[in-house]
């Protein structure tokens, strides 16, 4: 058996580690829209997407005369078991304009969102 220098298996992991980093980073993964409400602002969406537990980010995709295109992306997830199936986090996302009265689409599913107003 022969044992290879600390350095040799150092940077072996190192070159383990960066292909993992990057495989991680390749694959994206955005979750669908469940709900949507606007303030009286116009411009305050309260965005609720899964699951339970999972950091999320989002970005504004497009904006035209008829619709705002948003997609949501897990960053970070941990197992919560059957809570996920009852949890909904909510994520207030502020608009670069006034929604006024365009359609809200999920960028994930392609899909227009009901926007219903805040209560």
């Not at 986090?89 to 999920?106: A, F, K, T, W, Y």
Request: aromatic content about 6%.
């Amino acid at each position: 058996m022969r044992i290879r220098p600390a350095s040799s298996r150092l940077a072996v992991a190192a070159i383990a580690l960066t292909g993992f980093i990057a495989a991680s980073c390749a694959s994206a993964e955005y979750v669908a829209i469940a709900s949507a409400r606007i303030a009286n602002d116009d411009v305050t969406l309260e965005i609720g997407v899964g699951p339970c537990g999972a950091t999320h980010s989002y970005e504004v995709l497009k904006i035209d005369g008829e619709a705002v295109t948003l997609r949501f992306e897990i960053l970070t997830s941990k197992d919560t078991g059957d809570f996920v199936q009852t949890c909904l986090p909510l994520h207030m996302v502020e608009l670069p304009e006034p929604l006024n009265g365009r359609q809200l689409i999920d960028g994930t599913t392609g899909e227009p969102v009901d926007v219903l107003p805040f209560p």
